[in-house]
């Protein structure tokens, strides 16, 4: 089986040819091993076969939705635990795929959502994947089949525990990208608060970072003052913003990890500095917009800052290797093993803007072009800042 799938995935499209004959021979083999799972460096090794062929391949898709979907069926429908992320790693694969018509998969979606799933605790890295694509694809289709109460079930789930609050914010993130801010309603108080009753009693370094990423995805979908205005609904008489604001987001931000997240935080922040009428406003500009401003350049200028706590929870468990299955040759295994040809590129939401520094000049330069009120204190504000931070600002500010 390692022979046919290294074939197939250095084939890629040149084995197009033969994808016709491979894919009924490949269909029998899923069958009779699904009946009784052993061997798992065999069954990983097939489903990469059959996962290489969606990938490079797509143009088959109607064979493989027709050959394989029954199969994928009766092996969900059985309970074969061993099979299941395997299953949902191809399916998403397969409805991602541009020729795919969402509309044949929405029959699985409310199946997906079967709290049961989720305690197999291998199940949940595909299934949240599959998810996403399902939203990316189809997120209005979902909201009025009437699955976004049961949605955010999941989520709510999975964002309370320390080892897959990942998974939930992934899956929020997505909610918030492709489901209108109308459609998601009251729903909207129900995630904050969730969220907050988490930081408040069980919080950790990486459910924070998460956290902020999430804040500033808001910011750049619904608006920074939606934000705002979100926060201090949930206390009586406000504020609940600033505290948030001042004593995790910018405190915090610094420590986010990656390329796309930490240019996501910049882009939020920025959003604040430069779009927000609360932080603009002569309430909070004294006390919240320089440290913005720093955080920002503080962002561009500067590495990931040390996280003391470290990363306790980002290695789960449930996620193994090939290699680990192979010292597990006979037997169940309750584990997520990842399929290298059903990876995916995390998207970028912030993929249509220039770099951070270009995006902060031009959003600055903006804003105190159309609003001389505004201008004038910002640049009060800015002259302000210790010498060595004022040589980090844009060009167009000149010597301050």
């Given amino acids: 089986m390692k022979g046919i799938m290294r074939v ?22 899923l069958t009779k091993v699904s009946r009784n799972p052993q061997h798992p460096t065999f069954n990983h090794y097939l489903f990469e076969s059959l996962s290489g062929i969606v990938k490079f391949n797509p143009s088959h898709l109607a064979q493989l ?42 029959p699985f979606f409310g199946p ?18 599959l998810l996403r ?35 939930g914010f992934n899956l929020l993130n997505t909610i918030i990208a492709h489901v209108p801010k109308e459609q998601l309603g009251d729903a909207i108080t129900t995630i904050f608060n969730v969220l907050l009753q988490r930081l408040m009693q069980h ?25 705002v205005q979100t926060l201090d609904s949930l206390q009586a008489g406000g504020g609940l913003f600033k505290q948030v604001y001042n004593n995790v987001y910018l405190r915090e931000v610094q420590k986010v990890s ?54 306790q929870y980002t290695k789960s468990q449930h996620t193994v290797t090939v290699e680990q299955l192979r010292n597990q040759e006979q037997g169940y295994m309750n584990a997520y093993c990842p399929l290298a040809a059903a990876s995916k590129t995390e998207e970028d939401p912030c993929a249509h803007l220039p770099d951070e520094r270009t995006h902060f000049a031009n959003c600055l330069q903006t804003m105190m072009q159309s609003s001389p009120a505004h201008a004038q204190k910002c640049l009060a504000a800015l002259k302000a800042l210790p010498a060595d931070v004022k040589t980090r600002l844009p060009p167009f500010l000149g010597a301050l």
């Avoid at 197939?8 to 083999?29: D, K």
């Avoid at 709290?115 to 291998?122: D, Q, V």
């Fill in 65 to 106: 939705e027709q050959t394989f979907l029954p199969i994928f069926t009766n092996i969900l429908g059985s309970d074969t635990p061993e099979f299941m992320p395997y299953v949902f790693q191809i399916f998403a694969q397969m409805l991602e795929q541009p020729a795919t018509s969402p509309a044949n998969y929405l």
């Fill in 203 to 227: 919080r950790t370094s990486k459910f924070v970072k998460c956290l902020l990423v999430f804040f500033s995805l808001f910011a750049l979908k619904l608006g920074p003052d939606t934000l």
């Fill in 8 to 29: 197939i995935l250095n084939g890629q499209e040149h084995v197009t040819s033969f994808v016709p004959h491979l894919i009924p021979i490949l269909a029998n083999l």
């Fill in 112 to 129: 997906l959502l079967t709290p049961s799933l989720y305690e197999n605790k291998g199940n949940i890295p595909a299934l949240v994947r």
């Fill in 258 to 311: 990656g390329g796309v997240p930490r240019k996501l935080c910049c882009v939020g922040l920025t959003k604040f500095a430069t779009e927000s009428n609360v932080l603009l406003s002569d309430a909070c500009f004294a006390e919240m917009w320089s440290p913005t401003v720093v955080a920002i350049l503080k962002m561009i200028e500067l590495g990931e800052e040390a996280d003391a706590e470290g990363e």
């Fill in 133 to 167: 694509v399902y939203l990316e694809k189809a997120a209005a289709a979902i909201v009025s089949g009437g699955h976004l109460t049961a949605l955010l079930g999941v989520f709510q789930y999975l964002v309370t525990s320390k080892l897959y609050d990942h998974e």
